[in-house]
């Protein structure tokens, strides 16, 4: 199997160097497969997607499932992303999608991000998951002047064709609620919406499934599957599975080469974050920064970032394109740089964390789920960096779609439904992305 970045990225059995990681990691001690089983259902990906699939499996449906991750679980974007719950799971407009499939499908669409996100908080209240959580919904920040009009119609169209409830914000009323800053020129805040700690709530899911009795195998990488007898067999270093249904949730990890009908659809953009150190209050005061609310901003290569309990700054955005331990620290310089641009009397604040992930997608620019035509494998992937509300929520349509079989049984957004088209010349998507980054760049420069 092959992968399109460089093997430090790949790294299953390494640990992430994240803060999430420094601060709250906690150790499942599981297994790692090493023997031949069987099992009605093996769920491949042990993040968000696949234990949220394997959950309703079993309380839902009584069925037998073994869920296999080839790190520790949670070991991809599950356990390393920046901890928003924000919508939509998208890198379409809502007026390109309106465009594309109509007024009615864009609207179920939406109102299925906004039940993603609320899935996801029932899903801490229910199982009751410490994974600290703050803020009470999302900003969209005006990065420059020219853009407060634009996130000021983007706000209108939440809330009139959505109904997401909103909040228009001047500069002046954002600078005491939110942030200052060199690139706070007003924003709109939406409604749901909050920050986690991604590792615990990952952590709190696997002890839940792991209540359930569902049998989780990490480090346990899957290295080919056969067909034999209307059955697959899953093959890994040290044992086998043998099944009749396959879910892969593995989304901006998935391994080339392991299904051919996948192959060549997902294109993983790596993402990076940084972490300062604690800031002081008075630190904090210097740019009024008083939310806890995750933000973004309006460039179309955006920056997110947030406060976390501990008054330390994360800050993100896109990777390099490389995917080594060095341009990961070359990539980490630059943000530091990009943060002090826009809160520059934080000059002097150190980067204590920085460490990146993969994000996945597709010639859809929107999710991915059903089954693969006349095979009994189900899918669910392509979240665009928005997977603390999509991926749970996928998790459990998949499930409905794994027990039925039948895509058509499931209510929700056709946007949803089947695989993206194949890139043409997949060997190609770093360098098409590389294109895309430099037209977004040059967008961004001039505020258009």
Request: net charge positive.
């Amino acid at each position: 199997m092959s992968n399109i970045y460089h093997s430090d990225i790949y790294q299953f059995n390494k640990p992430v160097p994240s803060y999430w990681e420094a601060t709250s990691s906690e150790d499942l001690n599981l297994d790692k497969l090493q023997k031949d089983i069987s099992s009605e259902i093996v769920v491949i990906g042990g993040g968000y997607t696949g234990l949220l699939c394997a959950i309703n499996l079993i309380e839902n449906y009584n069925l037998d499932v073994v869920l296999v991750e080839a790190g520790k679980v949670g070991w991809g974007a599950s356990s390393r992303n920046a901890g928003f719950c924000c919508l939509p799971p998208s890198k379409m407009s809502y007026k390109k999608m309106q465009s594309v499939y109509g007024t009615e499908e864009t609207r179920k669409f939406f109102k299925n991000s906004v039940e993603g996100a609320n899935y996801t908080k029932e899903l801490i209240d229910n199982y009751n998951i410490d994974c600290d959580v703050t803020g009470e919904n999302n900003f969209v920040v005006a990065h420059h002047k020219n853009k407060f009009d634009q996130i000021k119609d983007q706000a209108e169209v939440y809330k009139s064709e959505f109904g997401i409830e909103t909040k228009v914000f001047s500069k002046e009323e954002f600078d005491e609620v939110g942030h200052g800053g060199t690139e706070q020129f007003g924003a709109f805040s939406y409604k749901p919406g909050f920050a986690i700690n991604p590792l615990k709530f990952v952590n709190g899911l696997a002890k839940h499934a792991l209540s359930k009795k569902l049998k989780i195998y990490e480090h346990t990488k899957v290295e080919k599957i056969e067909k034999e007898n209307g059955s697959y067999l899953l093959k890994t270093n040290e044992g086998s599975i043998k099944t009749k249904k396959i879910v892969v949730a593995t989304n901006g990890f998935y391994q080339e080469g392991l299904i051919p009908e996948m192959d060549g659809r997902v294109l993983p953009v790596i993402s990076n974050i940084i972490v300062t150190r604690p800031l002081t209050n008075q630190e904090l005061s210097l740019h009024n920064f008083n939310t806890y609310a995750p933000i973004a901003n309006s460039k179309n290569l955006l920056y997110y970032y947030r406060k976390l309990p501990d008054n330390r700054i994360l800050f993100g955005t896109r990777g390099d394109f490389e995917g080594s331990d060095q341009s990961n620290q070359n990539r980490a310089n630059d943000m530091e740089k990009f943060l002090k641009n826009i809160f520059p009397k934080w000059n002097n604040v150190t980067i204590d964390y920085n460490w990146r992930g993969l994000i996945a997608l597709s010639q859809k620019l929107t999710p991915s789920i059903g089954k693969i035509d006349n095979e009994e494998i189900y899918y669910g992937f392509g979240y665009s960096g928005v997977g603390v509300s999509a991926a749970p929520w996928t998790g459990k349509q998949l499930s409905k779609l794994v027990f039925s079989s039948n895509s058509k049984d499931l209510d929700i957004s056709l946007i949803y439904k089947g695989l993206p088209k194949k890139f043409i010349f997949p060997k190609l998507r770093v360098f098409y992305f590389k294109l895309a980054v430099w037209f977004y760049r040059i967008k961004d420069k001039f505020n258009i």
